[in-house]
């Protein structure tokens, strides 16, 4: 059974660089077709899409983060993380990582999400 | 960038009830790129529908999808105590992008 699990800092101070890792078990990251993906929920509110990252490397982002924001894949280790620069206290969320299915590019397998909170 | 909408916001059903959650999109949207996602508090976000109407693995028959275009529809067709929870749509377009809709809470009368 695949599972995703995110993890790094839940504290992060305003206008600094958030950093997640998601590591991958049950499978391999590159092994498959997949690509893997960022979204964040601020807290009460809705899903946001980050961005994706397919095993080679290749990503493709959010239009309104994309500025901000860098995913990079790790095959080595099965892992893949996340940096959001210039943090604010908008940036305040749980983050999810997920697996992307290449066809229809919907999110099928979710890491249980990791809240980050921006403060000083 | 394809804007989804939700409706209604909030909708208040008892258990057997049949549910009818809308889904509407800015743009034309292509059904294979349609998905929706079922959320309980405290919980990740979990795929129910895909491709507009395809159920995903392990999700009960009473959950269908329908739609096309502009226009889609999550329908339970008599609610469970485990179903009242929050329901998003998402859409896959070009350029790519990926948005999710503002969510339907599903809660009991």
């Known amino acids: 059974q695949l599972q995703l699990q995110e993890s790094g800092p839940g504290l992060v101070k305003p206008s600094e660089t958030l950093s997640l890792t998601c590591t991958v078990s049950g499978g391999s990251i590159s092994s498959s077709s997949y690509y893997w993906g960022w979204i964040r929920q601020p807290p009460g509110k809705g899903l946001e899409w980050i961005g994706s990252?397919?095993?080679?490397?290749?990503?493709y982002y959010n239009p309104s983060l994309k500025s901000r924001v860098t995913i990079s894949v790790d095959t080595s280790k099965n892992q893949f993380s996340l940096k959001l620069s210039s943090v604010t206290a908008a940036d305040t969320a749980v983050y999810y990582c997920a697996r992307q299915t290449p066809h229809d590019y919907i999110f099928d397998y979710w890491g249980q999400g990791t809240l980050v909170t921006v403060s000083s | 960038e394809i804007v989804l909408t939700q409706s209604p916001g909030t909708l208040s059903l008892s258990p057997g009830e049949r549910a009818t959650l809308s889904c509407r999109a800015s743009q034309s949207v292509s059904s294979s790129y349609l998905a929706w996602y079922q959320q309980k508090p405290g919980q990740a976000p979990r795929l129910l529908i895909y491709?507009?109407?395809s159920r995903a693995t392990g999700i009960p028959d009473r959950f269908s999808g329908s739609g096309s275009g502009t226009d889609f529809t999550l329908t339970i067709s008599r609610l469970e105590p485990e179903d009242f929870a929050v329901y998003y749509c998402?859409?896959?377009?070009?350029?790519?992008?990926?948005?999710f809709g503002p969510g339907t809470k599903v809660d009991i009368k």
């Open positions: 491709g507009a109407s």
């Open positions: 998402q859409q896959y377009g070009s350029s790519p992008q990926i948005t």
């Open positions: 990252i397919y095993y080679s490397g290749s990503t």
